[in-house]
T-cell receptor, first 116, second 115 residues
């Protein structure tokens, strides 16, 4: 059974610091991995999607990598800003037979606080 | 840009009431999902639909039903609301037919309180 873990659960950093958020999954048979941002009381905003054949994706100050063999993904945030404060979640879409292929498995998130 | 719109951001209902949560997406996505999110439990899948009139149970379907009469609209129904259904409800959609296949897009969420 696929499980997704995000450690640490919470992180505080000073403004301007480069930081890495981690996402681990137990089964390497995945279609893709997606990173999201969630602000308090809001829905999830898609940040980056990495297909299983890709190693990384970049968008602005964000870079996400994927290593299926080790079951790991990292989200790198460069030059962090107070506006980056949010909860960051990762989700994998496992390769499954039947209707299970539509499911996404989510981590519980890392709550990031960037201090001004 | 993909837009997933949930009809109500905040609702307050009484125990036993029938509750409808509506979700509309404007990108012709074939897949739509309903999740609930609770502190300490993360996101849990209630139901999903991969086509019009098609539905599949997720991990916690008890106490809920869904309707998908049109491709763009996916409704979540609480037949008789109970206090343990107080939660944040999130609708999402995705498509497997174009680049970025499988990318999941979420609405803003509906915070339901059952008294």
């Amino acid at each position: 059974k696929q499980e997704v873990t995000q450690i640490p659960a919470a992180l505080s950093v000073p403004e301007g610091e480069n930081l890495v958020l981690n996402c681990s999954f137990t089964d390497s048979a995945i279609y893709n991995l997606q990173w999201f941002r969630q602000d308090p009381g809001k829905g999830l905003t898609s940040l980056l999607l990495i297909q299983s054949s890709q190693r990384e994706q970049t968008s602005g100050r964000l870079n996400a990598s994927l290593d299926k063999s080790s079951g790991r993904s990292t989200l790198y945030i460069a030059a962090s800003q107070p506006g980056d404060s949010a909860t960051y979640l990762c989700a994998v879409r496992p390769v499954n037979l039947g209707s299970g292929t539509y499911k996404y498995i989510f981590g519980t998130g890392t709550r990031l606080k960037v201090l001004a | 840009d993909v837009k997933v719109t949930q009809s109500s951001r905040y609702l307050v209902k009484r125990t036993g009431e029938k509750v409808f949560l509506e979700c509309v997406q404007d990108m012709d996505h074939e897949n739509m999902f309903w999740y609930r999110q609770d502190p300490g439990l993360g996101l849990r899948l209630i139901y999903f639909s991969y086509d019009v009139k098609m539905k599949e149970k997720g991990d916690i379907p008890e106490g809920y039903s869904v309707s998908r009469e049109k491709k763009e609209r996916f409704s979540l129904i609480l037949e008789s609301a109970s206090t343990n259904q107080t939660s944040m409800y999130l609708c999402a959609s995705s498509s497997d037919r174009r680049w970025g296949a499988g990318e999941l897009f979420f609405g803003e969420g509906s915070r339901l309180t059952v008294l």
